[in-house]
Protein backbone atom coordinates (compact mmCIF):
# COMPACT_ATOMS: atom_id res chain seq x y z
CA UNK A 1 0.00 0.00 0.00
CA UNK A 2 1.42 3.71 -0.88
CA UNK A 3 1.92 5.76 1.94
CA UNK A 4 0.20 9.65 1.50
CA UNK A 5 2.27 11.70 2.93
CA UNK A 6 6.03 11.82 4.08
CA UNK A 7 5.66 15.00 5.91
CA UNK A 8 2.89 16.41 7.10
CA UNK A 9 2.42 19.13 5.10
CA UNK A 10 -0.98 19.19 2.95
CA UNK A 11 0.49 20.89 0.14
CA UNK A 12 3.72 18.06 -0.32
CA UNK A 13 4.55 17.52 -3.70
CA UNK A 14 6.00 14.57 -5.12
CA UNK A 15 8.62 14.37 -7.92
CA UNK A 16 10.08 12.13 -10.26
CA UNK A 17 11.96 11.54 -13.90
CA UNK A 18 12.27 9.00 -16.89
CA UNK A 19 14.62 8.90 -19.39
CA UNK A 20 17.61 9.08 -17.65
CA UNK A 21 18.97 5.78 -19.16
CA UNK A 22 18.21 6.40 -22.32
CA UNK A 23 20.59 7.12 -25.30
CA UNK A 24 18.11 9.63 -27.21
CA UNK A 25 15.57 12.24 -26.17
CA UNK A 26 14.85 14.34 -23.48
CA UNK A 27 14.93 13.52 -19.67
CA UNK A 28 11.52 14.66 -18.35
CA UNK A 29 10.35 14.99 -14.89
CA UNK A 30 7.09 15.51 -13.41
CA UNK A 31 5.83 16.67 -10.10
CA UNK A 32 2.68 16.26 -8.61
CA UNK A 33 1.25 17.39 -5.44
CA UNK A 34 -2.69 15.14 -4.68
CA UNK A 35 -5.27 15.64 -2.25
CA UNK A 36 -5.11 14.34 1.33
CA UNK A 37 -8.41 11.91 -0.08
CA UNK A 38 -6.65 10.82 -3.54
CA UNK A 39 -7.20 7.08 -3.68
CA UNK A 40 -6.67 4.63 -6.95
CA UNK A 41 -5.25 1.08 -6.73
CA UNK A 42 -4.09 0.83 -10.14
CA UNK A 43 -1.38 3.32 -8.99
CA UNK A 44 2.27 1.82 -8.53
CA UNK A 45 5.59 2.81 -9.46
CA UNK A 46 5.39 3.42 -13.35
CA UNK A 47 8.16 0.90 -13.58
CA UNK A 48 5.60 -1.69 -12.30
CA UNK A 49 2.67 -1.39 -14.33
CA UNK A 50 2.06 -1.98 -18.11
CA UNK A 51 2.04 0.79 -20.25
CA UNK A 52 -1.68 0.77 -21.07
CA UNK A 53 -2.40 1.41 -17.12
CA UNK A 54 -0.06 4.04 -17.30
CA UNK A 55 -1.97 6.04 -19.63
CA UNK A 56 -5.27 5.21 -17.93
CA UNK A 57 -3.72 6.90 -14.90
CA UNK A 58 -2.56 9.83 -16.54
CA UNK A 59 -5.86 11.72 -17.44
CA UNK A 60 -7.04 10.58 -13.95
CA UNK A 61 -3.95 12.08 -11.93
CA UNK A 62 -3.88 15.21 -14.44
CA UNK A 63 -7.65 16.04 -13.45
CA UNK A 64 -7.53 15.06 -9.33
CA UNK A 65 -4.19 16.47 -8.53
CA UNK A 66 -4.07 19.87 -7.13
CA UNK A 67 -1.65 20.80 -9.34
CA UNK A 68 0.63 19.24 -11.74
CA UNK A 69 4.03 20.43 -13.79
CA UNK A 70 6.02 18.39 -16.39
CA UNK A 71 9.62 19.40 -18.33
CA UNK A 72 11.56 17.90 -20.70
CA UNK A 73 15.62 18.48 -20.70
CA UNK A 74 16.59 17.81 -24.12
CA UNK A 75 19.86 15.72 -25.55
CA UNK A 76 21.79 19.48 -26.40
CA UNK A 77 21.80 20.34 -22.28
CA UNK A 78 22.11 16.81 -20.97
CA UNK A 79 25.49 16.85 -23.23
CA UNK A 80 26.43 20.21 -21.55
CA UNK A 81 25.22 19.70 -18.36
CA UNK A 82 25.51 16.20 -17.57
CA UNK A 83 22.41 13.98 -16.91
CA UNK A 84 22.50 13.95 -13.28
CA UNK A 85 22.20 17.85 -13.52
CA UNK A 86 19.67 17.65 -15.95
CA UNK A 87 17.55 15.24 -14.04
CA UNK A 88 17.17 17.70 -11.13
CA UNK A 89 16.68 20.82 -13.92
CA UNK A 90 13.81 19.20 -15.08
CA UNK A 91 12.63 18.40 -11.51
CA UNK A 92 13.36 21.80 -10.51
CA UNK A 93 11.09 23.23 -13.59
CA UNK A 94 8.13 21.20 -13.15
CA UNK A 95 7.99 21.99 -9.87
CA UNK A 96 7.83 25.56 -11.03
CA UNK A 97 5.08 25.07 -12.76
CA UNK A 98 3.37 24.03 -9.57
CA UNK A 99 0.35 26.58 -8.16
CA UNK A 100 -0.13 26.83 -5.48
CA UNK A 101 3.59 25.92 -4.57
CA UNK A 102 4.04 22.87 -2.42
CA UNK A 103 5.34 23.11 1.21
CA UNK A 104 7.79 20.11 0.73
CA UNK A 105 9.16 18.29 -1.75
CA UNK A 106 9.85 14.39 -1.81
CA UNK A 107 11.91 12.79 -4.51
CA UNK A 108 12.25 9.82 -6.05
CA UNK A 109 15.75 8.68 -5.75
CA UNK A 110 18.69 10.17 -3.86
CA UNK A 111 20.21 13.52 -5.52
CA UNK A 112 18.56 16.57 -5.29
CA UNK A 113 19.94 20.27 -5.20
CA UNK A 114 17.58 22.86 -3.24
CA UNK A 115 14.74 24.12 -4.91
CA UNK A 116 14.26 28.05 -3.46
CA UNK A 117 13.89 27.68 0.47
CA UNK A 118 11.00 24.88 0.26
CA UNK A 119 12.36 21.86 2.70
CA UNK A 120 12.92 18.31 0.98
CA UNK A 121 13.49 14.96 1.46
CA UNK A 122 15.21 12.48 -1.09
CA UNK A 123 13.94 8.38 -0.74
CA UNK A 124 14.83 5.77 -2.47
CA UNK A 125 12.22 3.90 -4.31
CA UNK A 126 9.68 6.59 -3.52
CA UNK A 127 7.74 6.20 -6.36
CA UNK A 128 7.06 2.19 -4.62
CA UNK A 129 6.54 4.19 -1.88
CA UNK A 130 4.60 7.16 -1.79
CA UNK A 131 1.51 8.16 -4.08
CA UNK A 132 2.66 11.76 -4.87
CA UNK A 133 5.90 10.28 -6.48
CA UNK A 134 4.41 7.36 -8.10
CA UNK A 135 1.72 10.01 -9.66
CA UNK A 136 4.95 11.90 -10.76
CA UNK A 137 6.50 8.80 -12.22
CA UNK A 138 3.33 7.62 -14.23
CA UNK A 139 3.22 11.66 -16.05
CA UNK A 140 6.63 11.94 -16.22
CA UNK A 141 7.23 8.27 -17.73
CA UNK A 142 4.12 8.80 -20.51
CA UNK A 143 4.93 12.28 -21.77
CA UNK A 144 8.16 11.24 -22.27
CA UNK A 145 6.56 8.44 -24.61
CA UNK A 146 4.28 10.48 -26.33
CA UNK A 147 7.42 12.42 -27.39
CA UNK A 148 9.53 9.07 -27.98
CA UNK A 149 6.62 8.00 -30.28
CA UNK A 150 6.38 11.54 -32.10
CA UNK A 151 10.06 11.85 -33.04
CA UNK A 152 10.16 7.88 -34.12
CA UNK A 153 8.04 9.32 -37.24
CA UNK A 154 10.95 11.34 -38.03
CA UNK A 155 13.63 8.57 -38.10
CA UNK A 156 11.65 5.21 -37.87
CA UNK A 157 14.70 3.06 -38.51
CA UNK A 158 15.92 3.39 -34.84
CA UNK A 159 12.31 1.80 -33.41
CA UNK A 160 11.55 4.35 -30.89
CA UNK A 161 8.01 3.31 -30.53
CA UNK A 162 9.19 0.76 -29.25
CA UNK A 163 12.06 0.80 -27.21
CA UNK A 164 11.73 4.94 -26.15
CA UNK A 165 15.32 5.59 -26.45
CA UNK A 166 16.53 2.97 -24.35
CA UNK A 167 19.75 0.80 -25.26
CA UNK A 168 18.71 -1.80 -25.96
CA UNK A 169 20.74 -4.57 -28.84
CA UNK A 170 18.14 -3.16 -31.96
CA UNK A 171 18.66 0.77 -31.42
CA UNK A 172 22.04 0.41 -31.11
CA UNK A 173 22.55 -1.82 -33.97
CA UNK A 174 20.29 1.15 -35.64
CA UNK A 175 23.14 3.73 -34.62
CA UNK A 176 25.88 1.21 -36.10
CA UNK A 177 24.28 1.04 -39.27
CA UNK A 178 22.50 4.47 -39.38
CA UNK A 179 24.75 6.78 -37.23
CA UNK A 180 23.40 9.08 -34.72
CA UNK A 181 20.66 11.60 -35.10
CA UNK A 182 20.50 15.20 -33.39
CA UNK A 183 17.92 13.54 -30.65
CA UNK A 184 20.84 11.03 -29.55
CA UNK A 185 23.06 11.99 -26.73
CA UNK A 186 26.47 12.54 -27.54
CA UNK A 187 27.88 12.29 -24.25
CA UNK A 188 26.58 8.94 -23.53
CA UNK A 189 28.69 5.71 -24.65
CA UNK A 190 26.34 5.01 -27.56
CA UNK A 191 28.02 1.79 -28.78
CA UNK A 192 29.85 -0.51 -26.23
CA UNK A 193 32.81 -0.89 -28.60
CA UNK A 194 33.64 3.26 -28.04
CA UNK A 195 35.08 2.23 -24.73
CA UNK A 196 37.57 -0.03 -27.29
CA UNK A 197 40.61 2.27 -27.50
CA UNK A 198 42.19 2.34 -31.22
CA UNK A 199 45.88 2.18 -30.93
Same mark, same amino acid.
Given at each position: /?L???? =???I ?5 D ?5 CL ?8 V ?8 L???DS %??? =?? $?KR??? %? #? ?7 S??V????Q? +? ?9 S?LA /?H %??I?Q????P?? @??? +? ?6 ? %?EI #??E? @?? $??? =???? =?I???S ?5 Y???? /??KI???FPM????Q??G? #??K?H ?8 I???HRK ?5 PE ?6
Amino acid at each position: /MLLKNY =SGFILECGTDEAGRGCLAGPVTAAAVILPKDFKNLLLNDS %KQI =SE $KKRFLL %K #PIIETEALSFGVAHIFQE +DIDSINILNASILA /MH %KSITQLKPKPEF @IIV +DGNKFKPY %KEI #PFET @IV $KGD =SKYL =SIAAASVLAKTYRDLY /MDKIHKEFPMYNWKQNKGY #PTKEHREAIRKYGITKYHRKSFRLLPEQLKLEL
